[in-house]
Structures are given as C-alpha cells and as structure tokens.
C-alpha cells in the first residue's frame, strides 16, 4: 500500500528552493527599501511570505473597521497598540454619549507593503490600505448625520503592523 503522508521536514534542497522563491516573492511586491528587513524575516521565519501577510493585515482591516463600528472596544484593545486604542476608544465613547451609531460597509479592500524595518528583535510592517466603504453616521433616532448608505467613498490609511519576530503572535 503507498503512503499519502508526505515528509514536511525541509532537506537542503527544498530550503534552497525557499531561499530562491523568497528573493523573488518579496521582489516582485515590496519596495526596495522594504526588502532587506522582510528577507532578514524570511531567514528567521521560513513561514513568512508578504502574500499571507497582506491577507491577514486585509483581515485584520475589516475586523477593526467592524468592531469600531460596532463600539466593540474590547476587541480593539485585543488588536490595537495602546495610543491607538485610546483615540479609537475615545470617538467610540463620544459616539456613545451623543447617542450616534456608525454603520460601515466594506466593500472592497487593497493592501500594499510600504516599508519594513527591524529593530532590535521587533518587525515593523508599514501597509498602505485603499478601500471602497460606505460610511453612515445616524443618531439617536436613526436620522442620518453624515453620509450617505447609496455612496460610497474610497478611503486611503496607512497602518503599522508590529511584533516581535519569532513571536507565535500574528
């Protein structure tokens, strides 16, 4: 009977491979001048590739824009570094004394690499997200205060991503 179970143990071979297809994956989609940190990373975390990246930074977008939206501060104090909590916090609790709901609707999201750089053993990833949302602002009421449910505006941020490399957390 053949065996379905394949060998995930890298020989050196295989790591050759990686090294080669890393050079060329980082390339391809980072800037110059992010390339170095992000393959001093690859070194270090063979699992790292800036595709799963983007994917997981484009998940953690639409997470925070939901849970603001939501007035979910508990899960932004999970994501969040603490100085961006706090400002996120702050409009949450003045949306929650006016008695105003925001409602957000993500339509489309774009995430590129900007930059990296390591210091000391912490990774800092700039992301520049372009996204499609429709933002509404209603109050106590539900009158809309600002903006409008059929338009939608194209947003530009520009968000640091930050951790320690070899760290198990994303």
Known sequence: AESNVVSLRPNKQSQAVEAEFQEEDIMEIVPKEAREPLTKLRAIEPSFYPEKFLEGAKGAFSVILEAFAAGDKKTLNNLLAKSVYTSFASAINEREKAGEHLESILLNLKADIQGASIKGKV???????????????????GKILEGDPDQSEELVDSWNFRRTIGSKNP
């Open 123 to 141: 990774i800092n990833i700039s992301i520049k997200f372009t996204s499609l949302q429709t933002n509404v602002l209603k109050g106590k009421k």
